[in-house]
T-cell receptor, first 111, second 114 residues
Framework: GENVEQHPSTLSVQEGDSAVIKCTYSDSASNYFPWYKQELGKRPQLIIDIRSNVGEKKDQRIAVTLNKTAKHFSLHITETQPEDSAVYFCAASISGNKLVFGAGTILRVKS | NAGVTQTPKFQVLKTGQSMTLQCAQDMNHEYMSWYRQDPGMGLRLIHYSVGAGITDQGEVPNGYNVSRSTTEDFPLRLLSAAPSQTSVYFC?????????????FGEGSRLTVL
């Protein structure tokens, strides 16, 4: 079936450093790739998304890149802050009606 | 707007018992879905609905039933609970197709099956 793999499972960075999380997907028809952030005990919330006709998208300190040929996309967080500590999930759309999520990355920003 | 509301927030069941997790949204969203979240496994889609009267299976549908009689409500039923169904359950909705915009999540329901 459709699959989204996410790496790494945990990531520790020093405050001010950059963090990169990578995902690969299996369905070549996927056309929408969102990233969700989940703080401890809270619900997942959308932080950024990208569509298949775009290679890169930025929003302040976060950016997402997409390589459709290789079927992988990445989340980049620059100048990390303690409040960036959370679990991050990537996802890929399947047939327009399903979002398949990666297993998640626990990001810890050390101050 | 309250957004997506789930009840109950916590529930403990014995093996074999049945229960319904309630989900309601007040945003007039057509798309609604149920996910379960387990450590190290991310969010896995159980069932989804693209509109009233229409439901379909996700990645892990076994042991769960859903119905969508109104646009607002999308209950998830466990007919005979098993310990493997211990999890945190999230209901989520979107205005239209899931690839057109944000998926809004409820606060989650933590279910323990003994």
């Amino acid at each position: 079936g459709e699959n989204v793999e996410q790496h790494p499972s945990t990531l520790s960075v020093q405050e001010g450093d950059s963090a990169v999380i990578k995902c690969t997907y299996s369905d070549s028809a996927s056309n929408y790739f969102p990233w969700y952030k989940q703080e401890l005990g809270k619900r997942p919330q959308l932080i950024i998304d990208i569509r298949s006709n775009v290679g890169e998208k930025k929003d302040q300190r976060i950016a997402v890149t997409l390589n459709k040929t290789a079927k992988h996309f990445s989340l980049h967080i620059t100048e990390t802050q303690p409040e960036d500590s959370a679990v991050y999930f990537c996802a890929a759309s399947i047939s327009g009606n399903k979002l398949v999520f990666g297993a998640g990355t626990i990001l810890r920003v050390k101050s | 707007n309250a957004g997506v509301t789930q009840t109950p927030k916590f529930q403990v069941l014995k093996t074999g018992q049945s229960m319904t997790l309630q989900c309601a949204q007040d945003m007039n969203h057509e798309y609604m879905s149920w996910y379960r979240q387990d450590p190290g496994m991310g969010l896995r889609l159980i069932h989804y609905s693209v509109g009233a009267g229409i439901t379909d299976q996700g990645e892990v549908p076994n042991g769960y039933n859903v119905s969508r009689s109104t646009t607002e409500d999308f209950p998830l039923r466990l007919l005979s609970a098993a310990p493997s169904q211990t999890s945190v359950y999230f209901c989520a909705s979107s205005a239209d197709r899931v690839d057109t915009g944000e998926l809004f999540f409820g606060e989650g329901s933590r279910l323990t099956v003994l």
